[in-house]
């Protein structure tokens, strides 16, 4: 499936050109325009997905997998001293392209890139709700 206004179908199919570090039959991977550090790049299936939760599950299982193989090489290349993987879902958590995908972010030392959260405290109320609704 495809959605004819969307960038990242159109970019997944080649339609849009592309810095492009890897290609096969179900994701193409592209360099960020806009990276939060040097070699971000993205992991996009060819076919439409608005966000993880509507993501097919066998694709899920493979881009965990290329996102595995494609940080161990370009660590390599890049010579950066860490990772970051990312995927947000909907507005809230900082989704603005609706067409699932992978961030992956090289980190270097001493870098400005703002990925952090301000840890709370797990509170037993919290704890016993969702564990009982969940179960
Ligand atoms: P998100 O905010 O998680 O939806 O991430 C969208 C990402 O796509 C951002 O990091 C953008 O910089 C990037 N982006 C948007 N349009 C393009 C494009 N045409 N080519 C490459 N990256 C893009
Ligand atoms: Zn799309």
């Not at 809230?92 to 405290?121: C, N």
């Amino acid at each position: 499936m495809k959605d004819e206004n969307c960038i990242f179908c159109k970019i997944a199919a080649g339609e849009v050109s592309s810095a492009t570090l890897f290609e096969d039959e179900d994701f193409r991977v592209i360099l960020d325009l806009n990276p939060a550090s040097k070699g971000h790049a993205l992991i996009l299936p060819k076919e439409h997905y608005r966000n993880l939760y509507d993501l097919d599950e066998a694709l899920a299982a493979k881009a965990m997998v290329l996102a595995k193989r494609m940080v161990c090489k370009l660590k390599d290349a890049l010579g950066c001293d860490g990772y970051n993987i990312v995927q947000n879902n909907e507005e809230v958590a900082g989704q603005s392209v609706f067409h699932f995908h992978v961030h992956m972010i090289p980190r270097y030392k001493d870098d400005k890139v703002g990925l952090g959260w301000h840890m709370g405290t797990l509170t037993e109320e919290d704890k016993e709700e969702l564990l009982n609704k969940i179960k």
